[in-house]
C-alpha cells in the first residue's frame, strides 16, 4: 500500500427520521398480506421523514456526533453521496459543512450514482489518505427513497444518514485493495430530473443487482482477491433485506458454492437489522448493513468482511474489510438503537400526508411546518433558498 498506511473506517455514526410507518398499516390500507412484507421482502417498517427533515438535517445529525468526539483537526474533505439531492449545483455537504461549524479550508463535493456513490465516496477517501496519511475525510450518505403512493415499491421506502470518518490507522474496520468493478447501461430505477419519485422496473432491477453481484465477484477474483471462504460476513446492499439473501445465494451459486441456509443466515443475519426497520436508505443501505453487524453482541476482531455496493443504473463494487480488534471500544450501539427506538410511530393517513408534502416553487417564503425533534431542521424556504436551522 503506498505510504505503508492502513486506511478505513475510523468511527462510524447513523441518523433516522423522526417518523416511522409500520408494514402492518401499510399491509392493513392496501389489503396485502403483511407476510409478503415481513416474510416475502423481509421488512418491518420505514423512516418517514417530518416535513422540516431532508438529506442535509439527517446528514448532519449522523456526522455532529463524529465531530463531537474526533473535532475538526485534519478534516479537510467532506464527501456526502446522495440521490435525492435537494439542488442541482449547490453540494447539500456544503450545507452540512456549515451546520457543523468545519473549517474553511475543507473541500466539499456531492456525489451520485444511485445507491453506490457512498462507496465511491469510500474509496474517493482512501485515495486522499493514501496520499496524505495525515488527513481526515468524513463521508456522508443521505437519502430519502420515495416510490409512487401505492406501487409495488412503496414497501421498500426508507431514510437515513451514515456519516463516515475515513482515516489511516483506524479504528473500526481496515479497507482492502482489491475491489471488483462492474458497470452496465440497464434502465432499471432511475429519476428524472423533474420527478420527486423514482421509476423503477422491480424484476427487472433483481434481476440487474444479481447480474452486477456476478460482474464484481468475478472482477474481485481476476483482481487477486480473497477466496470466498475467508469472509466471516457480508454487507450488501439491502433494498429490502430479502436481497442479500437472494444476492449471497446468486454470487455462492456462480462462484460453484453450495447454498447452505445456515451458512447463509450466519454470513448475513448480523447485518439487517437496522435495514428491516428503517428501509431502503439508498447509499447508507451497505453502512447500515456495517453498523449493524458491528453492533451485533458477538466478537468480529480481526475477521476478514466482504462488501457488495450496486447503485441501479448500474454501477457495482465489491471490496473486502477486516474488523480491527479492539473495534468494540469505539462503537455508538445504544445511539444507534436510541436512533430507531425515538421514531414516532405514524398512522397511513399521516403518512401520505407527508409523502405528498412539498414546497410551493413560487419563490415566496413558506416556512415547514415543525416536525422533527432532532438536532436540525429545515425551516422553510425564501427566495428559492433552503434554511436551516440548529437547536
Ligand atoms: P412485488 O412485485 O409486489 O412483489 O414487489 P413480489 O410479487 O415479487 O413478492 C415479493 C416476495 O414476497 C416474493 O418472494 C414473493 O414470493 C413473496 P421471492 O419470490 O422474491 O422470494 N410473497 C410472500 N411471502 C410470504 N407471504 C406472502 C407473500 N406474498 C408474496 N403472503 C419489489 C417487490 C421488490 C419488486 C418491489 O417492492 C419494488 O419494485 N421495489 C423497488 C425496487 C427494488 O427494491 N429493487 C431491488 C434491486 S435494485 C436496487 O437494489 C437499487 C435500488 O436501491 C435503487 C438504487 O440503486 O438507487 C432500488
Redesign the pocket.
Known amino acids: 500500500m503506498s505510504n505503508g498506511a492502513t486506511v478505513g473506517i475510523h468511527d462510524l455514526s447513523f441518523a433516522t427520521t423522526e417518523f416511522v410507518l409500520p408494514h402492518t398499516a401499510l399491509a392493513e390500507y392496501n389489503g396485502?398480506?403483511v407476510?409478503?412484507y415481513?416474510?416475502?421482502?423481509g421488512q418491518r417498517s420505514m423512516s418517514v421523514p417530518a416535513a422540516d427533515e431532508d438529506i442535509v438535517t439527517l446528514g448532519a445529525s449522523a456526522a455532529a456526533p463524529i465531530v463531537a468526539r474526533h473535532g475538526t483537526d485534519g478534516i479537510r474533505t467532506l464527501v456526502f453521496a446522495t440521490?435525492s439531492s435537494i439542488d442541482q449545483a449547490k453540494a447539500a455537504g456544503v450545507y452540512v459543512h456549515s451546520l457543523l461549524g468545519l473549517p474553511s479550508a475543507t473541500r466539499v463535493v456531492e456525489l451520485k450514482q444511485?445507491?453506490?456513490g457512498a462507496t465511491a465516496a469510500l474509496q474517493f477517501a482512501l485515495g486522499l489518505i493514501h496520499r496524505d496519511p495525515t488527513q481526515k475525510v468524513l463521508v456522508v450518505a443521505s437519502d430519502v427513497?420515495k416510490?409512487e403512493l401505492d406501487?409495488?415499491?412503496?414497501?421498500?421506502q426508507g431514510a437515513a444518514a451514515v456519516a463516515m470518518l475515513v482515516t489511516a490507522d483506524p479504528a473500526l474496520v481496515r479497507i482492502e485493495d482489491p475491489s471488483g468493478l462492474f458497470t452496465a447501461d440497464v434502465m432499471?430505477?432511475w429519476r428524472p430530473n423533474y420527478r420527486d419519485a423514482?421509476l423503477?422496473d422491480?424484476?427487472e432491477?433483481?434481476g440487474?443487482?444479481l447480474q452486477a453481484v456476478q460482474g464484481t465477484w468475478k472482477d474481485y477474483a481476476e483482481q487477486g482477491g480473497r477466496p470466498l471462504e475467508d469472509f466471516g460476513a457480508f454487507c450488501y446492499?439491502q433494498?429490502?433485506t430479502?436481497?442479500a439473501y437472494?444476492a449471497h445465494r446468486h454470487l455462492l451459486n456462480s462462484a460453484g458454492h453450495d447454498t447452505d441456509e445456515a451458512a447463509v443466515e450466519r454470513a448475513l443475519g448480523r447485518t439487517t437489522g437496522y435495514n428491516a426497520v428503517i428501509g431502503?436508505s439508498?447509499t447508507a443501505?451497505v453502512y447500515l448493513g456495517l453498523a449493524a453487524l458491528l453492533d451485533d453482541a458477538e466478537d468480529l476482531d480481526g475477521q476478514a468482511v466482504g462488501f457488495l455496493s450496486?447503485?441501479?443504473?448500474?454501477v457495482a463494487e465489491f471490496f473486502a474489510g477486516t474488523v480491527v480488534p479492539g473495534y468494540r471500544e469505539h462503537l455508538r450501539t445504544e445511539a444507534h438503537r436510541e436512533a430507531v427506538e425515538r421514531r414516532q410511530p405514524i398512522g397511513h393517513d399521516r403518512y401520505r400526508e407527508l409523502h405528498e408534502w412539498g414546497f410551493p416553487t413560487d419563490g415566496g417564503d413558506h416556512p415547514t411546518p415543525a416536525g422533527t425533534t432532532g438536532p436540525f431542521r429545515l425551516a422553510g424556504i425564501a427566495g428559492h433558498k433552503r434554511i436551516y436551522e440548529k437547536r
Open positions: 396485502t398480506p407476510g409478503k415481513h416474510t416475502g421482502i440521490e444511485a445507491c453506490y427513497s416510490y406501487s409495488p415499491g412503496e414497501a421498500t432499471d430505477f423514482a423503477v422491480g424484476q432491477s433483481i440487474a443487482y446492499h433494498p429490502f430479502k436481497m437472494k431502503n439508498y443501505s450496486y447503485g441501479s443504473g448500474s
